[in-house]
């Protein structure tokens, strides 16, 4: 029995230790881009200083990972790509449309509301990494907003913010002013404000009524951040009052925090009896 608890106390020691490690490299990374000001990650994602920023995010996304998947089911596991994929395509098609929004980060969010924290932080660093190595190299420096996104959506269904659908967008809105105070350096700082989309425009409006640089990248980020959020976690509440009971078994997280609103085994199991 003492060495069944010695050996569990060494692997959570070691788990939490590859947590705040990870942590601190994701950290560092942004520290890099906003200190360095790294101008040329803008135009290619095979420059030095993209290459620091992919090594740094996924360095960092593996160690979270690492710390954290032994609390993942496997049906977690299989839904990160669907999420990671889900934020590409629509961030994809607001950006080139142009609107003052970003609407990037709802798979994010549904994996951290559904997994937890660690889940949405791994879902959103791989989400900006790839985006950035494919399509957009301006998502890469933006990927530890997607970090910032992922522990305040998990944290908000741990306190139950997702059972009902008006609650969801004040713990967006709050999200979004941490998520607009941290992006604003970067926008300033590596891109200059010019970060695409309809977002621009808006800078360049403050710029041109007297704001600095980056007071123009921050008032941008606090007008557009709250309201993407509060958006992208109203659709996520409404995804989850919409899932079946059957799926939300398939989810500690979930289950355990009532993420769904469902008020213990004898509701869910009178909601299994419905659906068949």
Same mark, same amino acid.
């Given at each position: 029995?003492p060495?069944?608890?010695?050996?569990?106390?060494?692997?959570?020691?070691?788990?939490?230790a590859?947590? &705040?490690?990870?942590?601190? &490299?994701?950290?560092?990374?942004?520290l890099?881009?906003?200190?360095?000001?790294?101008?040329e990650?803008?135009?290619?994602s095979?420059?030095h200083a993209? =290459?620091?920023?992919?090594?740094?995010?996924?360095?960092?996304?593996?160690?979270?990972?690492?710390?954290? $998947?032994?609390?993942l089911?496997t049906?977690?596991?299989?839904?990160?790509?669907?999420?990671?994929?889900?934020?590409?395509?629509?961030?994809?098609?607001?950006?080139?449309?142009?609107?003052?929004?970003?609407?990037?980060?709802?798979?994010?969010?549904?994996?951290?509301?559904?997994?937890?924290?660690?889940?949405?932080?791994?879902t959103?660093?791989?989400?900006?990494?790839?985006?950035?190595?494919?399509?957009?190299?301006i998502?890469?420096?933006?990927?530890?907003?997607?970090?910032? &996104?992922?522990?305040?959506?998990?944290?908000?269904?741990?306190?139950?913010?997702?059972?009902?659908?008006?609650?969801a967008? =004040?713990?967006?809105?709050?999200?979004?002013?941490?998520?607009?105070?941290?992006?604003a350096?970067?926008?300033?700082?590596?891109?200059? /404000?010019?970060?695409?989309?309809?977002? /621009?425009?808006?800078?360049?409006?403050?710029?041109?009524?007297?704001?600095?640089?980056? /007071?123009?990248?921050?008032?941008?980020g606090?007008?557009?951040?709250?309201?993407?959020?509060? $958006?992208?976690?109203?659709?996520?509440?409404l995804?989850l009052?919409?899932?079946p009971?059957?799926?939300?078994?398939?989810?500690?997280?979930?289950?355990?925090?009532?993420v769904?609103?469902?008020?213990?085994?004898?509701?869910?199991?009178t909601?299994?009896a419905?659906?068949?």
């Amino acid at each position: 029995m003492p060495h069944s608890t010695n050996g569990a106390d060494s692997r959570r020691a070691r788990n939490i230790a590859f947590v &705040i490690l990870g942590a601190l &490299i994701v950290v560092a990374t942004y520290l890099y881009l906003v200190i360095g000001r790294p101008t040329e990650i803008a135009d290619t994602s095979t420059s030095h200083a993209s =290459l620091i920023a992919i090594g740094g995010y996924v360095v960092g996304a593996v160690f979270l990972a690492v710390g954290s $998947i032994h609390r993942l089911p496997t049906t977690t596991v299989a839904l990160i790509p669907v999420a990671i994929a889900l934020n590409i395509v629509v961030g994809q098609i607001v950006s080139v449309i142009g609107l003052p929004v970003y609407l990037d980060s709802i798979g994010t969010v549904l994996v951290a509301a559904l997994a937890g924290p660690a889940a949405g932080v791994v879902t959103g660093i791989l989400t900006n990494v790839i985006w950035g190595l494919t399509l957009s190299p301006i998502a890469l420096p933006f990927a530890v907003v997607q970090v910032v &996104i992922g522990i305040f959506a998990g944290t908000a269904a741990r306190w139950g913010m997702f059972r009902r659908f008006y609650t969801a967008p =004040l713990a967006g809105l709050v999200t979004g002013v941490v998520a607009a105070m941290v992006s604003a350096p970067i926008a300033a700082f590596v891109f200059g /404000g010019a970060t695409g989309g309809g977002t /621009g425009a808006i800078v360049g409006a403050f710029q041109a009524m007297g704001q600095s640089l980056l /007071g123009a990248t921050t008032l941008q980020g606090l007008l557009s951040d709250p309201v993407d959020k509060a $958006i992208t976690f109203t659709v996520v509440a409404l995804l989850l009052i919409a899932l079946p009971a059957r799926f939300l078994q398939r989810f500690p997280f979930a289950r355990e925090h009532r993420v769904f609103g469902r008020t213990g085994p004898k509701a869910t199991q009178t909601a299994l009896a419905r659906e068949g």
